[in-house]
């Protein structure tokens, strides 16, 4: 095995990096004297074996891996699989002698972006290169947003190990459709994501999501798979369950269909209970919930760690909130359980008559812990028809709203993970109401 340091940085740079994976030593230096014609390529490193090949990928990260199928030790299909979830920015371009639509289904579901037959054609080689690397862009780019977030490096994280992370569940809601709640949720998510963290990203509107729609997933399993197993709800069927976004997210998909939601609905305490059960296998779950209040929503809210009341500076919004503030106060809830965030603010200076952040507050009489200005929303478009995260969308990181996004993710870790002993007071408090047990709505008024 052989190989140098990763060089800083894998986007906006002058040369696509490379690694080769091949048992065959002439074939490596076969492939290195075909790239090294071409000016924007550098190979970084090779190895012999797809374990070593997995090694190098994880010390190096670089862009592209050419990866043989037929290896000893570990054939390249597996370790394909292995980089694709460890060293995601790393996109693996499959080579082999043979070719029959067999070799490339699996080599597509193992995660590579592309096949080549050897020998390979030169140019198509070069092309294949290019391409493969300009098509990862956007996942490069959203981890180098994740990379450059200033976050405390000595903040306390929890160790690795299944039932030993810090069990964080945020709920972002609004009683208003069309404020932005699954943009904030699935931006969220993205953003809290960083080296040692689990993050997992839940749809739990249960007759309309969107979050597949706007990462561009598509799942045969869904939550509702988890529902007849919920009092035996194991790891291994949940990770069975949850699908991997390309930038390494993991998301726990909702019904595919309204009416497949009836299940969850007749039994509104299921929900909460998966969440409840698998949330101490991830730090942070972000939860994208409907603006519809009933008791699938309360159950989720009370195993919160934290709710996101998502709003708008506009009237009829800020009334609702008020209505769900009254109603949080009712059910006892401590007020610092719920964050307040305004989305698409005006610039007052500039448009007069816009409700203030200072209005807002005082009439809502709780402060509002961020707010994302207006923007022309064509940025988010962009990205939702990409199936890609807002904060991934630009290179500029400067511009909002993907700064104030990153900003919201750096709000959130500093506040839940800055503090283990209140984050375990405010687990044997969620289990306290557990065992309480959950009224109906009208009986919790």
């Known amino acids: ?60 990260q670089p862009d592209i891996i050419i990866m043989d199928i037929n290896m000893p030790d570990m054939d390249g299909l597996e370790a394909t699989g292995i980089i694709k979830k460890q060293v995601p920015t790393s996109a693996v371009i499959i080579m082999s002698v043979q070719d029959d639509a067999d070799y490339m289904r699996r080599a597509m579901l193992a995660g590579a972006r592309d096949f080549l037959r050897k020998p390979v054609n030169m140019d ?57 709640v699954t943009t904030i949720a ?22 309309f999501g969107d ?4 990462l561009n997933l598509q799942a045969q399993s869904t939550i509702v798979e988890l529902a007849p197993d919920v009092d035996d709800l194991d790891v291994e069927l949940f990770e069975n369950i949850v699908v991997t976004h390309e930038s390494g997210l993991k998301v726990l998909m909702g019904p595919a269909r309204p009416e497949f939601a009836d299940e969850l609905l007749a039994a509104p305490g299921i929900v909460a209970e998966i969440l409840r059960k698998i949330a101490s296998n991830y730090d942070y779950i972000v939860v994208d919930t409907s603006h519809t209040l009933n008791e ?8 919160s760690t934290k709710i996101m009341l998502v709003g708008t500076p506009t009237l009829p919004t800020i009334k609702s909130i008020r209505f769900v503030f009254d109603l949080f106060d009712q059910l006892g809830y401590d007020p610092e359980k719920t964050w307040l965030m305004l989305n698409k603010v005006w610039d007052e200076r500039r448009d007069k008559g816009m409700l203030s952040v200072d209005r807002i507050q005082n009439f809502l009489k709780r402060p509002v812990v961020h707010k994302i200005p207006h923007v022309d929303e064509r940025i988010i478009i962009s990205a939702i028809n990409r199936g890609i995260p807002v904060i991934a969308a630009d290179r500029d990181q400067s511009k909002p709203p993907i700064r104030n996004l990153l900003e919201l993710g750096e709000f959130v870790s500093s506040q839940l993970m800055g503090d283990l002993e209140a984050e375990d007071e405010q687990e044997e408090q969620t289990d306290n109401k557990r065992r309480s047990g959950v009224g109906g709505l009208l009986r919790r008024r």
């Open 186 to 207: 699935s931006n969220l998510a993205s953003s809290l994501m960083q080296e040692g963290i689990k993050v997992l990203l839940v749809d739990a509107d249960l007759q």
């Open 296 to 303: 699938v929503l309360l159950n989720i809210f009370d195993v």
């Open 124 to 180: 198509e080689l070069y092309n294949t290169i290019r391409t493969v690397y300009r098509n990862t862009e956007d996942i490069r780019r959203q981890y180098e947003a994740m990379a450059n977030m200033n976050v405390d490096a000595s903040r306390p994280k929890r160790a690795e190990g299944s039932g030993e992370r810090a069990g964080n569940i945020i709920a972002v809601y609004s009683p208003k459709g069309g404020v932005g």
């Open 1 to 60: 095995m052989s190989g140098r340091p990763p060089q800083q940085g894998n986007t906006g740079k002058d040369q696509i990096t490379i690694m080769l994976v091949d048992d065959i030593p002439e074939a490596r230096e076969n492939i290195k004297k075909l790239l090294a014609f071409e000016q924007d390529f550098k190979v970084i490193g090779a190895a012999g074996t797809g374990r070593e090949g997995v090694e190098l990928a994880k010390e190096l």
């Open 211 to 214: 979050i597949g729609m706007f």
